[in-house]
């Protein structure tokens, strides 16, 4: 049987108890690297410590599987799954990525059963922020923009959701540099807060459809979601608000955003107001800029 | 600490170790009774059985919360929560209900500590059709309708889903009866596919927009994701296909549908095709009426 075993969004902790037990009884299990470095603390980014700590955990040897073994040599982490037990573990749920189909999809090419099991991922708990997960349109991604390479695609859809009095959650881009050589490794890079509401911002003042304003359009910031006070962060505000809070403030990756749309229901705003940078100019702009009842 | 837990999508195998730690060190751990009947098969709908064999597994004795309990008389499973530990278990992740939402709002209130534990639910499992999450709109709700009592704002929901190309999440009603006496308790009655997919074309044929269409729409059903071969059923096809395809092939409640939109990728085609009534007619509709480009 081939794994494929959602491992949460904040530490080893998270996995299920039937995940537990697959890795238990597998006699190989792949980490994917991507995962790796959102499971430990920032100074602890480096993957031999990571997995130590793991492997005393799961109570199994790990091999690392970086992006290029999982997208195109998964029959090395295949073979032999039709007579023994191979798992699998990836950060938050396996379909977040589409990498994950695809290599079930080989998987069934090759006659091998497979199980998914899943598991929390930002796409559920992002209604932890207090909006409401029927209140979401599509899911978008933010990449780092460079010089001369700034898609804007996402824009379309923002505005779609927003057109609809949607809520956008919006992924933000992560750089994991490769192994450079057999010892070392580079850091990982990935989009903050404040650098995505700066992209947002850059395209809405090419674009000027006015969907997205600093002033006047409210959005939600979060990070380790399920990770109690120890690890968890979710700060709310307008755009504004959250492009000049301190980037320190908006915890350890992968962080992740929310444009408010206006269909925004009064207790939504109740029970954001707790993560707000600024209670009252979050309700001012909530009854004012988006129509919200409040007391 | 108030703790309220998401168990997940299938069994009691599905809760994570975080929330397993939660229960042990919890002195009351409530388990909401719409979710007790949800995670036992069928013909052991009792709650005595459920309650015994969940004891077991978690090593606590259970108090059973109704709806009326969780709604209403919270501060009751609110009591001392600042001095003890106290847990509420849920289906699912517990942000898929604003109930949930609401007991969190009364906890800060009264100044208890609260953590959320995070899971699976169908918001994010729904990836296990082959179905990209991103390519997801708004989500819907579809009760059962009466002779006279026949809410479709659903449909609007829908169709704005389907004019930007998207896939709609339609979760399905269940009627979980109240405790009648002390000793008595009537069965909860679910939502089929069948019944779905007959109350959908029901309400096209009022409005006429031509957005469902028996034979030339696409849909998957779900239930039970992330349980194994053993609970877990998925079944993709057209309406007409999904409404005379014998109900106990959907498997166990909850079920779970989704409606296919025109945004629709080749890749997510050859995914769902395992799952197909009729993997010819699959592919030809994908093809010739949502434009996909198959081999």
New interface residues.
């Given amino acids: 049987m081939f794994y494929i075993i959602?491992l949460?969004?904040?530490d080893?902790?998270?996995?299920?108890?039937?995940g537990?037990?697959a890795v238990k009884k597998s006699s190989r299990v792949y980490l994917e690297a991507y995962t790796s470095i959102l499971m430990v603390q920032k100074e602890k980014l480096i993957y031999s410590n990571d997995c130590a700590r793991k492997e005393a955990f799961y109570e199994k040897p790990l091999i690392l599987a970086d992006r290029d073994l999982v997208e195109t040599q998964s029959d090395e982490i295949l073979s032999n799954a039709n007579k023994e037990d191979v798992s699998l573990l990836v950060v938050g749920?396996?379909?977040?990525a589409?990498t994950h189909?695809?290599i079930?999809?080989r998987a069934?090419a090759l006659n091998i059963p497979t199980?998914?099991?899943?598991?929390?991922?930002i796409?559920?708990?992002v209604?932890?922020s207090?909006l409401?997960?029927?209140?979401?349109?599509?899911?978008?991604?933010l990449v780092f923009f460079t010089e001369t390479w700034k898609p804007d695609s996402f824009y379309d859809r923002i505005k779609?959701n927003i057109d609809?009095g949607?809520h956008t959650l919006v992924l933000l881009d992560i750089k994991v540099k490769e192994q450079r050589d057999a010892k070392y490794m580079n850091h990982p890079r990935y989009m903050s807060i404040p650098l995505a509401v700066s992209q947002l911002l850059e395209v809405e003042s090419m674009r000027q459809t006015g969907i997205l304003s600093p002033d006047t359009t409210l959005a939600v910031a979060l990070s380790r979601?399920?990770g109690?006070?120890e690890h968890q962060r979710i700060v709310a505000g307008t755009l504004s608000e959250l492009a000049s809070h301190p980037a320190e403030a908006f915890g350890e990756p992968l962080h992740s955003l929310v444009i408010v749309g206006k269909r925004l229901h009064h207790?939504e705003v109740?029970?954001a107001e707790?993560f707000a940078v600024d209670k009252e100019n979050w309700k001012a702009v909530a009854r004012n800029n988006y129509g919200c009842a409040l007391d």
Avoid at 93 to 96: K, L
Wanted: hydrophobic content about 35%.
């Fill in positions: 959602g949460g969004l904040c080893e902790q998270d996995i299920t108890i039937r537990l037990q749920d396996p379909f977040g589409t189909t695809d079930l999809l069934r199980q998914v099991i899943h598991n929390a991922s796409m559920n708990a209604g932890a207090g409401q997960l029927y209140n979401f349109g599509q899911t978008v991604s779609e609809l949607l979601v399920g109690g006070d207790l109740e029970y707790a």
